[in-house]
């Protein structure tokens, strides 16, 4: 392999972390948003009413989740095939290594951090979190049916 081939590789795994990154940050400020919406519930955030933090709020993870998939899948997929690998079996394994990297936190760190972090670092309670994820799966599981 020679430097530029590295290079482009290490450039492709950055990019993997930077749309896991943004992930995480857009979970942690829909997380924040709706907590405080539901602590002060009669005022505004960005003119937006907080009593509808809780719609838009999951609305917001979801559509996040569908744009970053549809980014990741089209921009990785490109990258990876101006990659220069030995076989088209070592090609297609790469891309899908980089793929699920994303895909899985993408998927599943929302979700995840709505139950498993979030009643740890707020003072939201197990049933609040649990409520709030079911909001979410809800309407995630429908977008995924269209």
Known sequence: DTWAEWLQNAFHWMLCA???LETVLVTFF?????????????GTFFGIENTKARLYGKTAVTVNIKIIDYLWTALSTRLSNMENWRTRGE???KMSEK???VKF???????LYTILI????SDDSIQVCFEALSGDLRLFFFTQIF
């Open 99 to 101: 793929l699920f990297a």
């Open 105 to 111: 936190v993408v998927f599943y760190y929302p979700f």
């Open 91 to 93: 090609l297609l394994s």
């Open 18 to 20: 930077l749309f896991m």
């Open 30 to 42: 829909v997380s924040t948003w709706r907590r405080k919406a539901m602590e002060e519930p009669l």
């Open 118 to 121: 979030k009643p740890y670092v």
